[in-house]
């Protein structure tokens, strides 16, 4: 090639090499061991020009689907939410984008202005009286829980529901492997956490329950049973629930939970291919010196201003390693940022808004879709804005001749539940209209 954006010549090289004394560049490798050398050029084709290569990218882009082309019906984690423009004008502001992380807090204020409001709006809508400046994801934020509870009680155990998302069960038994804390599982029953099988699953050793509301299938728990029957028994109840579900389900915290948790993508951060995501974490004032990862503080300094401050980090950063409750070493504070933004946005009537539409659209779409032959309900609870059927044919099979129609189906639950095989999982936000909704059935109804 007789250009390229490289600025250094070849008089430039050859002049660099003789001010380190050496012939050639690869005299600067000679300590690695020959056999690990590679000694061809690298297998790739022949360098693009640049129109080439954006032309070339962007055919390769158009092989995945989108959600800009593909009308969304699949949830189970990752949502298809509005996002308010302002959301995105606010945080790509530089001050904002660009710092990663507030390790010189005093320099920091305007970011920890923000995620001290994130902490106080995560706090208003679950009922809790702490939260921290955010998790990795709603995984890490249910395992982390689950640490918490075990550190804070000196307990070994965790009755986790099997509604809770298969996902999270797992990242908790990663975490739970090394920490030798035994799991055990709440069966379902009807969609919902078996009530009567919950007491016999809780011992001495049972640090917290675990229950997500609303849960993996949809359906809305009763909580305020669940509390009682944990703290009857002298464990802690961890709440794993959706945010948008806070518009117009009670509090978690009303309810008697006294760690809540979950993900907080559907409050505008855009679905991008399994991330960044943000867990969210809240818990009791009696709990608060054992939550993991970092709180903002408002103070005021010697002079009586107002001001943010890092406090609270019962992480091994910052203390003895034996002591923390928590390795986790980094918070998402662009995404608790976002989130921060969107909650503001929206405000109390907005949230409601936008949860009152998922329900009764979910709904709507539930009792079209249940009126088709070959379309059966599966759980007869309520629910917020997810649901399951049962197809007279392979979930998989309907996916794909959805997919070819530029629908994206439900997930299949077979995958997870084999006792739910042909089973769908749909989801329904307030971004899908009555029209797409009528397509879907009428798909549906084309392929069933």
Same mark, same amino acid.
């Given at each position: 090639?007789?250009?390229?954006?490289?600025?250094?010549? #070849?008089?430039?090289?050859?002049?660099?090499?003789?001010?380190?004394?050496?012939?050639?560049?690869?005299?600067?490798?000679?300590?690695?061991?020959?056999?690990?050398?590679?000694?061809? @050029?690298?297998? +790739?084709?022949?360098?693009?020009?640049?129109?080439?290569?954006?032309?070339?990218? =962007?055919?390769?882009?158009?092989?995945?689907?989108?959600?800009?082309?593909?009308?969304?019906?699949?949830?189970?984690?990752?949502?298809?939410?509005?996002?308010?423009?302002?959301?995105?004008?606010?945080?790509?502001?530089?001050?904002?984008?660009?710092?990663? @992380?507030?390790?010189?807090?005093?320099?920091?204020?305007? %970011?920890?202005?923000?995620?001290?409001? %994130?902490?106080?709006?995560?706090?208003?809508?679950?009922?809790?009286?702490?939260?921290?400046?955010?998790?990795?994801?709603?995984?890490?934020?249910?395992?982390?829980?689950?640490?918490?509870?075990?550190?804070?009680?000196? =307990? @070994?155990?965790?009755?986790?529901?099997?509604?809770?998302?298969?996902? %999270?069960?797992?990242?908790?038994?990663?975490?739970?492997?090394?920490?030798?804390?035994?799991?055990?599982?709440?069966?379902?029953?009807?969609?919902?956490?078996? +009530?009567?099988?919950?007491?016999?699953?809780?011992?001495?050793?049972?640090?917290?329950?675990?229950?997500?509301?609303?849960?993996?299938?949809?359906?809305?728990?009763? +909580?305020?049973?669940?509390?009682?029957?944990?703290?009857?028994?002298?464990?802690? +109840?961890?709440?794993?629930?959706?945010?948008?579900?806070?518009?117009?389900?009670?509090?978690?915290?009303?309810?008697?939970?006294?760690?809540?948790?979950?993900?907080?993508?559907?409050?505008?951060?855009?679905?991008? *291919?399994?991330?960044?995501?943000?867990?969210?974490?809240?818990?009791?004032? #009696?709990?608060?010196?054992?939550?993991?990862?970092?709180?903002?503080?408002?103070?005021?300094?010697?002079?009586?201003?107002?001001?943010?401050?890092?406090?609270?980090?019962?992480?091994?950063?910052?203390? &003895?390693?034996?002591?923390?409750?928590?390795?986790?070493?980094?918070?998402?504070?662009?995404?608790?940022?976002?989130?921060?933004?969107?909650?503001?946005?929206?405000?109390?009537?907005?949230?409601?808004?936008?949860?009152?539409?998922?329900?009764?659209?979910?709904?709507?779409?539930?009792?079209?879709?249940?009126?088709?032959?070959?379309?059966?309900?599966?759980?007869?609870?309520?629910?917020?804005?997810? *649901?399951?059927? &049962?197809?007279?044919?392979?979930?998989?099979?309907?996916?794909?001749?959805?997919?070819?129609?530029?629908?994206?189906?439900?997930?299949?639950?077979?995958?997870?539940?084999?006792?739910?095989?042909?089973?769908?999982?749909?989801?329904?936000?307030?971004?899908?209209?009555?029209?797409?909704?009528?397509?879907?059935?009428?798909?549906?109804?084309?392929?069933?």
């Amino acid at each position: 090639m007789a250009w390229s954006y490289l600025p250094h010549t #070849k008089a430039d090289r050859r002049e660099m090499l003789d001010a380190v004394g050496v012939d050639s560049v690869e005299k600067l490798f000679e300590d690695v061991p020959a056999d690990l050398r590679m000694t061809r @050029t690298l297998n +790739l084709p022949p360098a693009l020009p640049e129109q080439g290569l954006v032309k070339h990218l =962007k055919a390769l882009a158009k092989a995945n689907a989108n959600l800009q082309e593909l009308t969304c019906f699949l949830g189970a984690g990752a949502y298809d939410h509005y996002i308010p423009s302002v959301v995105h004008h606010i945080i790509g502001r530089s001050e904002f984008y660009t710092a990663y @992380t507030q390790y010189q807090p005093e320099i920091s204020q305007g %970011y920890l202005q923000a995620l001290w409001e %994130y902490q106080s709006m995560i706090c208003e809508i679950t009922g809790m009286e702490v939260a921290n400046a955010s998790m990795y994801d709603g995984g890490t934020a249910v395992a982390e829980a689950a640490m918490m509870a075990c550190a804070s009680s000196k =307990k @070994t155990a965790i009755v986790m529901a099997e509604t809770v998302h298969p996902h %999270y069960r797992e990242t908790f038994l990663t975490y739970a492997k090394d920490k030798k804390i035994e799991l055990k599982l709440a069966p379902y029953s009807d969609g919902l956490t078996d +009530l009567n099988k919950i007491p016999q699953l809780i011992d001495d050793s049972t640090a917290a329950v675990v229950v997500q509301f609303s849960n993996f299938f949809g359906c809305i728990e009763d +909580l305020k049973s669940i509390a009682e029957i944990a703290h009857a028994k002298g464990a802690y +109840l961890i709440a794993v629930v959706d945010p948008i579900s806070m518009g117009l389900l009670e509090s978690p915290g009303a309810l008697g939970a006294d760690i809540v948790v979950g993900e907080g993508q559907g409050l505008g951060i855009p679905i991008s *291919f399994g991330g960044p995501y943000l867990g969210f974490f809240a818990t009791t004032e #009696k709990l608060m010196r054992k939550m993991p990862g970092r709180i903002v503080g408002q103070t005021v300094d010697n002079r009586g201003n107002r001001g943010f401050v890092l406090t609270l980090q019962a992480r091994e950063q910052h203390i &003895r390693r034996e002591k923390a409750t928590s390795n986790i070493c980094s918070n998402e504070a662009l995404c608790a940022l976002t989130s921060a933004v969107y909650m503001s946005t929206l405000g109390k009537a907005g949230l409601r808004e936008v949860a009152a539409q998922c329900i009764q659209k979910a709904h709507y779409a539930y009792r079209s879709l249940t009126s088709l032959k070959g379309c059966e309900p599966v759980f007869s609870g309520a629910f917020f804005k997810e *649901f399951t059927v &049962r197809l007279n044919k392979p979930v998989s099979d309907i996916n794909k001749k959805l997919l070819a129609k530029k629908i994206l189906g439900g997930l299949d639950l077979g995958k997870y539940y084999p006792e739910l095989e042909n089973c769908m999982l749909i989801c329904v936000t307030e971004k899908r209209t009555k029209e797409e909704i009528d397509w879907l059935v009428r798909e549906m109804g084309e392929v069933l």
